[in-house]
């Protein structure tokens, strides 16, 4: 297994392999020149056949460009799905679909038929189109077009312009859009005013974007609603899902079978020589290249979009999964404290009635199937602890589904006496809203933003049931001391003489980590932290503990030590230590052996930490 | 935030929130008698129209089960996605589709009706379905309804019988489709033997499943083609994704739209009153109620799919992730050394130079979006550390486009001389057979089942490189143990006179975790480990270095140490010790603060991983 690697320093700067998939795609298809420029809009004829732009966005928010990807050009049919999605965020599921259906056509996307009950097929094909900005002038009025091209600009995550060339244009030559607006005000599909309509139609569809816009737009999609590169919630879980569904159904005209088998992602092109491509959960494409087939869809764009699928097999349904992954950690708290110091007979209750307090630390964005996972676990596993800690401080996101099972499995154990606590997650974070928002009255119910602050309180629980109380004591007497355990009194009086009184207010820090460990400290009443300089606190002590005592072995501060409170302390400086052990080797020894286990009593513990978190 | 919770011990034995609900769903419509049985097979008629059966299986293989649940009854239609899987799996995607169309017909299940180049129109029709049937009957003639038999057992997890009563009535009374045989013969679709064929697909409809043998079938699908009861690898991924996709679309016979709008989860439904829907990566959900509406769909059925979706919001596009969740952790190797304890020079060497080794634990299933993401961290974060180790521990699964960016990653690593190595997976797992089947020469990969033997390895490379060998020494001399350190040669030897020496043969345990700890032992030559009960190596130990050691200040052994190879020491019994550090108390004090060095040593380590995997 032994071999001989090269270990020079290397970077790894060098392109991601998507980049460089990309690039290849835009060089083997721009030489591509079949197809023609639209010419239904004589403005469309201006574009220049030659610009080809292609970009990538992950629901990470990292944006992939090649060639033309900042390259203006209006985004005609394209704007049809998000101004579907618009009016579903606007004017709910029930009033659209009284207007509209979500059926296939089967027919060109400017075709005049309408159902049998005189609703356009779909929201995709120009009729159905027409009825969405009719929905949205219903409750905008002469404000609509303001609404729509405000709504594109958050899914794009920029504000977006109207080509009023374009605009004018079509205008001037749209009169089979015309036709198709007054037969829907004859079946009452929109009410008055259909010349309004009509001109916020024109207008949606003149809107300017690029590849990169339409990139983010289906990103945005791919993300649930929230735009990866702003972090704005554009619009609801749901809607998107509807939206991605009739992109899916009708998106890409009569080719809605065959899209579906072979390319798998839910698309929108527009004559403008755009399109759009959502996988969900993974990435969103944006494409520019005016040159167009037979369908009026964009040569090279098609061709990028089943090249990406094919390559890396993308495909809606294929899908991988496995609910297990979202446990990465599930204990009682033996040997697995929270980072608060106790007193010994605290200690005692906390060793004795561990198994009183179960932690699951949760890991990745959780659904119905991971949440459904959690609850089987939280079934079916013995032993059914009191208090059960929920950490989510791995998980970005939760979705509505998941939550739902969730808060009725915590309402189920709240009923038969168990406490949850959920960890990890900030008031304002949206995880925490989304639970929030399923539980009714959260009776058995407590949240810490850290898990370390929900195990403390967990043990306060079991100590004040066990033991009665949980005050910490007001004083301590050196004797106290486990690092003074077994001295004689006289012993502990000769070290006292030896230290200085000191008072700290709460807040100030005491000890700085990197600095000379002169003196150690018996703390005597107060609490105080001990932290890594980067804010990780690795102890919480009281009074009868010590610290600094790394100074016997150590010349430098290793943490910050910080008063949470006042405090009052004794310090004992390192020098007098020494020689005081120098002239009673035998205390010394007593001294040693005491250091000793404190250190393997924490080794014990931190190893412990490290298994169960290896384990998972 | 402090409380008196109720801590009185509780089972969490209480139901799942998703039984309660499938319960829920079963109460609720089983006292919905509308519709009709089937008629158009005579022995059909013959159903309990009382019967109602819900299953739903996870993709961990959890069996939810309601009401009849056990009842067999004929599969029927639900037979084509399965038959159509296998006639992909079998003859491939270019042959099927040269016979079967991917379009929804728009018409009746049962409809004669072909394509313009005279095709069945998708295989979820009738004349599809014979076609289907027809491809195996090509490559296994006689053998061809086994074959079915057995791979449609395969789905279910179980071998299948056939209803020979019901076959026998549809043979008997199935013209229709003898007639659409026959017109598919007539175009050459089908080839000879149109009775066999028939014969097959009448067969293939008899086979008897219950609600549970298609919830599995369904989660078979929803899983990637593994099934998630018996493990096994049923279909391809890509199979799967086309198989669900002709499910999208013309599943549900006319009312595909409508269908991905409101319940988004692919399926098919038989006039026996079967239902199979698969939400991928989530659930397989089965129903049986032979009540059928004026679609031939199962009433009951439908319920309860379209109750399952609305309640938790299922949908196959709404889907969530976060890819950066995929990394738990990345790091280099500063203070996170292997278990195996190194020279002193060696470890120098290390601490030297640990930015040269980085690595990252990936978790969950992995897939394009996360391995890009992966990628992009490598690509833009410095520093380049010429050593990568990956570690797949927490992986269940990586597709194989995740697979193939990452092998692309990979090699552009190697040519710029970073060596990948990849742990935590077996030879044998199909995480590294799919990993392995993207990488055409792997000239800088490495691979190992351990992370703790990666990080190992890339250590010898470091101190190979750095320090010239990596041998450890033949034999040490008591002066060179750490514990002893600053000892004068005559304590040392002192010491030497009140031990033993032992000698043990590999693979023999030296130290029994739980003994009395009685003695503290010095390594000499050869190689030891420390490990837990559990299994987990604590630490590596060669010449020069002590263990057992812990026995100075415990009275019981907390680990087994095993002898790696012909193993030759110096055991001191501990009260030959304790007597000599007590005429002795400076050699003791020297000991005993050596003792604490050691100990403060390993707790820095061990507090650093905690940080580290804590902070993921």
């Known amino acids: 297994m032994r071999g001989n690697a090269d270990v020079r320093t290397t970077g790894y700067g060098t392109e991601p392999p998507l980049q460089r998939f990309l690039a290849s795609c835009h060089q083997e298809f721009k030489s591509d020149n079949s197809g023609e420029l639209a010419d239904y809009i004589p403005e469309l004829k201006r574009a220049n056949p030659a610009h080809f732009g292609i970009s990538l966005v992950t629901i990470d928010g990292h944006v992939y460009e090649v060639g033309d990807s900042a390259a203006p050009f209006t985004i005609q049919s394209v704007s049809k799905a998000f101004v579907f999605a618009l009016a579903l965020d606007l004017v709910g599921e029930a009033r659209v679909a009284s207007a509209i259906g979500v059926e296939p056509s089967g027919e060109a996307f400017n075709s005049i ?32 077009f303001e609404r729509i091209r405000d709504k594109l600009g958050q899914f794009a995550g920029r504000e977006l312009d109207v080509d009023d060339a374009v605009h004018a244009s079509e205008t001037a030559t749209g009169n089979r859009n015309r036709a198709i607006a007054w037969l829907l005000r004859n079946y009452l599909v929109l009410q008055d005013g259909v010349d309004a309509v009509l001109d916020i139609y024109f207008r949606q569809c003149a809107i300017l974007v690029t590849a990169r816009d339409l990139a983010v737009m289906a ?26 569904s009739v992109m899916t159904s009708s998106g890409m ?294 610290f600094g005592e790394m100074a016997i072995i150590e010349s430098h501060r290793s943490a910050d030590v910080w008063a949470d409170t006042p405090v009052k302390c004794l310090e004992l400086p390192i020098d007098s230590f020494a020689d005081y052990r120098q002239l009673h080797p035998q205390i010394s020894m007593k001294i040693m052996r005491n250091l000793s286990a404190l250190l393997a009593r924490r080794l014990i513990l931190a190893n412990a930490k490290v298994d169960l978190l290896s384990a998972y």
Request: charged share 20%; aromatic share 6%.
């Open 253 to 546: 005209y009569d080719y809605a079978g065959e899209w579906i088998y072979r390319v798998g992602m839910p698309a929108k092109s527009g004559v403008g020589g755009g399109i759009v491509a959502a996988l969900p959960s993974q990435l969103g494409l944006g494409t520019f290249s005016p040159l167009l087939d037979g369908h009026f869809n964009s040569v090279r764009g098609l061709k990028v979009c089943e090249a990406l699928s094919a390559r890396f097999d993308l495909h809606m349904l294929n899908r991988s999964g496995d609910v297990r992954t979202c446990i990465i950690a599930d204990y009682d708290i033996f040997g697995i404290t929270s980072r608060r110091s106790r007193q010994p007979h605290e200690q005692q209750i906390l060793d004795d009635r561990h198994s009183d307090t179960r932690v699951i630390e949760l890991v990745g964005a959780l659904n119905f199937a991971s949440i459904d996972y959690v609850t089987r676990r939280l079934s079916s596993e013995p032993p059914g602890a009191p208090l059960l800690i929920l950490d989510f401080h791995r998980v970005p996101d939760i979705t509505a589904a998941g939550a739902q099972l969730l808060a009725e499995k915590i309402a189920t154990l709240g009923n038969s006496g168990v406490t949850t606590i959920i960890s990890g997650v900030e008031t304002t974070s949206p995880v925490w809203a989304t639970i929030r928002a399923q539980i009714e009255e959260p009776k058995r119910l407590r949240h810490f933003p850290l898990l370390d602050d929900a195990v403390e309180w967990a043990e306060d629980q079991l100590i004040y049931r066990y033991g009665g109380f949980t005050e910490t004591k007001e004083t301590a007497h050196l004797s106290e001391q486990a690092l003074l355990a077994d001295l004689a009194p006289e012993e502990t009086a000769a070290l006292a003489e030896l230290s200085t009184p000191r008072r700290y207010d709460a807040g100030q820090r005491i000890v700085v980590a990197g600095e000379p460990a002169n003196s150690l400290f018996f703390l005597q009443s107060g609490m105080v932290s001990v932290k890594l300089p980067s804010g990780v606190r690795l102890a919480s002590l009281g009074p009868g503990m010590e």
């Open 113 to 144: 038929r309408l159902t049998n009950d005189n609703k356009p097929f779909n929201p995709m094909v120009n009729a159905g189109a027409i009825a969405c900005s009719g929905l949205i002038h219903e409750v905008d009025g002469r404000a609509a």
């Open 219 to 244: 990103a945005t999609l791919a993300n649930r609603g929230v735009n990866p590169v702003t972090g704005v919630q554009v619009v609801t879980p749901h809607v998107v899902a509807r939206t991605l």
